[in-house]
């Protein structure tokens, strides 16, 4: 326990908590806003030539797949963290953890991906590229923090 409590990883999961935190906050506002203002098709309507499932008002192709991957990465680091939280209280065993961590930094590479796309595409708002920033700096410290647990 005295290594766990010593090492850098209980700042880095307080650090990617409050972050993961933000994006699942930046996430739900982006897709409260593609449901309410997305596009609506009335019962004499017909499907435009290159509809997309995923489509969002605000932003560039790429905005709804990595809106919906941040979201799932968010809630996978929030998930991480707390079981972090869980055993730094409870036991030393740390393997739990550690491939908690993985899958979330995982997770996280693969938002960071779309949020790449993003930025190539143009287009978006200030939420937006926060919300791009958030995930590519959480893409650096979940990595810090999973190094972490395994050392």
Partial sequence: MANYMGSTAPIFMILNFSMYATLLGLGTWAMNRAIDDGFIIGPTLELPAHFSPIYFP????ATGFFVIFALIAGVAGVASTISGFDIMRSSDNRTGVASDAIIAWALTMLAMGFACKEFDLEGRN???????????????????YTVALHQ
């Fill in 58 to 61: 605000m932003g560039n192709e």
């Fill in 126 to 144: 200030a939420k937006l590229r926060t919300m791009e920033a958030f995930t590519v700096i959480l893409s650096v410290t979940q990595f810090i």
